[in-house]
């Protein structure tokens, strides 16, 4: 299958991209300037990727999926950490996994109090306030490892989806051996849509959760020898209240 790039945008175009386009694609060197750290600060957080526990609420059955959770607020330009707590989905976004609590193992807390983590998380908290206004940021992480021990991985079990939340960001943390993985954004109330394959470790897709939907295609290894594996980074915003409580 064909693979195409992403169209990246620069940081300066990044907030308008999001409002005429609904999404926006930065390459790793436009992260590192967005965050103002270089990407080796990004690329010594990736062992972590290495020791994340499986996710055990896979309801397709599968044990493809390994991952890590926390929750943050942003206010004033300023990260707290959360309580750790459940990831709630309504059904309505989540048709497969929602409706349930699932209970995921936390983040390293050495990740995250490293500066890097840091200042990704309030550079995609401003995104969502150059977005949206500035207000109280909810935040979500979560560290995914898809891989290919049963010969195939699905990044998004759930389908072409919504998160229910005001604005997403998928980093592209690294692949290894495996095709497939390619990321399709779609008009959530018309007929466009793009289609790319994320392959450069770090790039970056912001999303207007109110105007498309998302989803990856599902992952196969390259070498039928060797595992492979797809690892990303997702962080949700969301105004007013995590998912689950009460506005």
């Known amino acids: ?29 436009a992260v590192a300037e967005w965050i103002g750290h270089p990407l080796d600060d990004l690329d010594a957080m990736h062992p972590d990727w290495d020791t994340l526990p ?6 397709d059955g599968g044990r493809y999926r390994q991952r890590r959770h926390a929750c943050f607020t942003v206010a004033n330009d300023a990260l707290h950490l959360a309580p750790h707590r459940a990831h709630w989905q309504p059904v309505e976004y989540n048709a497969l996994h929602g409706g349930m609590q699932r209970w995921f193992a936390p983040m390293e807390a050495h990740t995250l109090v490293k500066p890097a983590w840091q200042h990704l998380m309030l550079s995609v ?66 007929r466009r849509g793009e289609r790319f394959t994320m392959t450069q470790p770090w790039s970056l897709l912001l999303l207007d959760d109110a105007r498309v939907i998302h989803e990856s295609t599902p992952i196969q290894p390259w070498n039928e020898n060797h595992g492979g594996w797809r690892d990303t980074l997702v962080v949700t915003c969301r105004a007013k209240a995590f998912q689950g409580d009460e506005v």
């Open 54 to 59: 499986p996710d055990d609420y896979l309801k």
């Open 125 to 190: 908290a401003r995104a969502a306030s150059a977005l949206r206004g500035a207000q109280t940021w909810y935040v979500e992480a979560h560290q995914f490892r898809i891989d290919t021990a049963g010969g195939i991985g699905r990044p998004t079990p759930e389908g072409a989806h919504r998160d229910g939340v005001d604005l997403v960001a998928v980093a592209l943390v690294g692949r290894h051996n495996v095709k497939g993985g390619e990321t399709r954004v779609f008009e959530a109330n018309g």
């Open 1 to 29: 299958m064909t693979e195409f790039a992403p169209r990246f945008c620069s940081p300066a175009q990044l907030d308008t991209a999001l409002r005429e386009d609904g999404y926006a694609v930065l390459d790793p060197e």
